[in-house]
């Protein structure tokens, strides 16, 4: 109880910086270049705030994860990588080889500004195993104008198990900007996917005036490549479309399907990035392989108002298939949330990938569903449990006996009615959850929750990052709200910190009267998923106080409706090799 008041009375010197941060929409069009920083090296890398298991190089600016797959018993991860900095610029692909997803081995630079088809930049891409080979597609940018064409490369070596050297042939670019076409909006190809016409396709990211497009071109050999008539999909008012990705998911298991799969019982995803917003947003619908055409399901929205793979930082994403376990795994690049220049360059590194996840089509066909690789588990070490423990109003549990600034968390919440839920006030129909979570955040006290886990809490309660749920119920329907609420993380007062409320809803069935929890905890980052991974939402924090040995993990409820834990497991988590 005692401490729930303490926690209210911590909020009170937030609430004019999250006023201001209400008001700006914490969103920043486009990597912003810093000329004077992009090539200045760090000096030295902060400990504090760097991540245990999440992946980064051991200094400087990452950011979009690049042609991810596997080939011949290897995991390949390429990421946009600063060599010289740690800001965006000078960007090269990175590359890093793996055998489980979780332990990686760092290589020399795959692909780097070399040519005249990409001296000023090599920018995003795919990979597609063509015949048995790797091939990549990724973005040149061949002047100072922006101008971007579509190049590939090819392994070196074959025989190379780690495929350390790429090739850049010279009958590269591959695909140029026609006259239809804005140049400096053109990036970011697809794996591409064989029809049964046998002509293979990718897609372009691009936009013309407002209207975000999927450009689609198709090639026999992979080589000459011709744009059709219509893009695969457009939509208006959404602004460039970057980094696109588009696959199958299964309607009737969670197993993956490759790229090129073409058979029954099959819908496809189509993501884009949204530079406007910097998030990233999907559709399910159907792809008419004859027309080339794809069309969203009814109900489904193109742009920020349609379904979000993480509703926090989180972009860039992509997806590759992985044959060694069948199924669809997802990259996406964690950014930051402190985009303070100066920072970035005093604590000598920024940006993180976020933990691969497994995605497949929730059996409703209404979204997806996503769950941290099972390889994750081979880093947990101690654990610590709690069995049905309830949660009264304004009480809290400490978990103890693990690190809790890099742990993994997985809680069942159940509760035995849901007549205590809050009214959905019809007025914030067309709010977005993140708008919801604002006003009514964990320390609100609610009827059916708030309640869930506080995490990176310290000592004093001064700062904390709640990820938690709250039931609301509206006229014909309850309505659950996940929040991962970073707006009291950090007792830093800069104001350019963005320290948002990330929130989406749950579309999950409350028959069974339970709601679970995981969260992957790492220094500065809280990777959420809730409803066994139907929402999910990673947050990037920067604890003053609860850092290392100092952090609490704490489960809550701050609800009128008692809740139980049946059950939570928690473990500390170990470093793997990076
Ligand atoms: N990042 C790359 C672009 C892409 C953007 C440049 C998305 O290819 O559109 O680093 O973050």
């Known amino acids: 109880m005692q401490k729930m008041e303490l926690l209210r009375n911590c909020s009170l010197w937030v609430l004019p910086i999250l006023f201001m941060i209400l008001c700006s929409n914490g969103v920043n069009a486009s ?21 245990g298991y999440h992946f980064q190089p051991p200094k400087h600016w990452i950011n979009d994860p690049n042609g991810p797959m596997y080939y011949n018993g290897i995991y390949h991860l390429f990421y946009q990588y600063n060599p010289k900095g740690s800001v965006w610029g000078n960007i090269v692909w990175a590359h890093a080889a793996s055998t489980d997803l979780v332990n990686w081995i760092r290589l020399e630079h795959a692909i780097y500004p070399s040519k005249v088809f990409d001296k000023y930049g090599t920018w995003s891409g795919s990979a597609t195993i063509l015949h048995n080979k790797p091939v990549i597609l990724y973005t040149g940018i061949i002047d100072a104008n922006n101008t971007q064409v579509q190049n590939y490369a090819i392994p070196a070596d074959l025989s190379d198990p780690l495929l350390r050297k790429w090739i850049k042939p010279d009958n590269n670019p591959l695909v140029v900007a026609d006259k239809s076409i804005n140049k400096t909006q053109f990036r970011d190809p697809t794996t591409a996917w064989l029809g049964r016409d046998g002509l293979w396709r990718i897609l372009v990211g691009s936009v013309r005036r407002r209207r975000g497009v999927a450009i689609l071109y198709r090639s026999r050999d992979f080589m000459k ?20 990705d588009f696959f199958p998911v299964s309607t009737n298991h969670t197993e993956g399907l490759d790229t090129s799969f073409d058979g029954e019982n099959v819908k496809h995803v189509l993501k884009v990035s949204l530079d406007v917003t910097r998030f990233e947003y999907y559709t399910i619908g159907t792809y ?24 926090g930082n989180f972009y860039a994403s992509k997806t590759f298939y992985d044959p060694l376990k069948n199924r ?3 990259w996406g690049w964690t950014n930051e949330s402190d985009v303070v220049p100066t920072d970035a360059k005093k604590k000598g590194w920024a940006g993180i990938q976020a933990i691969p996840r497994k995605l497949w089509l929730d059996p409703s066909g209404r979204h997806l ?25 304004g009480e809290m549990v400490e978990v103890q006996g693990i690190t809790a600034a890099q742990a993994d968390v997985e809680v069942t919440f159940s509760f035995s009615s849901l007549k205590n839920a809050e009214e959905f006030d019809p007025s914030w129909a067309d709010l977005y959850a ?22 990176l809490t310290s000592e004093n309660f001064e700062e904390y990052t709640p990820v938690f749920f709250r039931v609301f119920k509206a006229q014909d329907k309850y309505k659950v709200l996940m929040c991962s609420d970073a707006s009291r993380s950090s007792v830093r007062n800069n104001i350019k910190i963005y320290k948002p409320s990330f929130a989406g809803f749950v579309d999950v069935d409350l028959s069974d009267k339970k709601l679970s929890l995981r969260s992957l905890i790492d220094h500065s980052v809280v990777e959420s998923f809730g409803a066994g991974g139907k929402t999910c939402i990673t947050s990037r924090v920067y604890p003053a106080l609860a850092i290392f040995d100092e952090a609490h993990l704490y489960a809550f409820n701050n609800g009128t409706e008692t809740i139980t834990i049946e059950t939570l497991n928690a473990w500390s988590m170990n470093k793997p090799e990076r």
């Open 328 to 330: 669809r795994v997802l």
């Open 225 to 244: 490549w011709i744009k059709a008539k219509h893009p695969l999909h457009t939509s208006a008012k959404t602004g460039n479309w970057e980094c696109p």
């Open 434 to 455: 993140q708008d919801v979570c604002a006003m009514r955040g964990s320390t609100v006290q609610g009827g059916l929750g708030p309640f869930g886990l506080l995490t």
């Open 31 to 51: 990597h912003q270049v810093f000329m004077r920083l992009q090539s200045s090296s760090a000096f030295s890398v902060r400990k504090i705030h760097r991540t």
């Open 369 to 393: 569903v996503q769950w941290p690789i099972e390889e994750l588990e081979i880093l947990r070490k101690q654990k610590v449990e709690l069995r049905n423990h309830n949660l009264d109003k």
């Open 288 to 311: 008419h392989t004859k027309k080339d055409r794809y069309i969203p399901d009814d109900g489904m929205t193109d742009g920020w108002k349609g379904l979000r793979l993480d509703y």
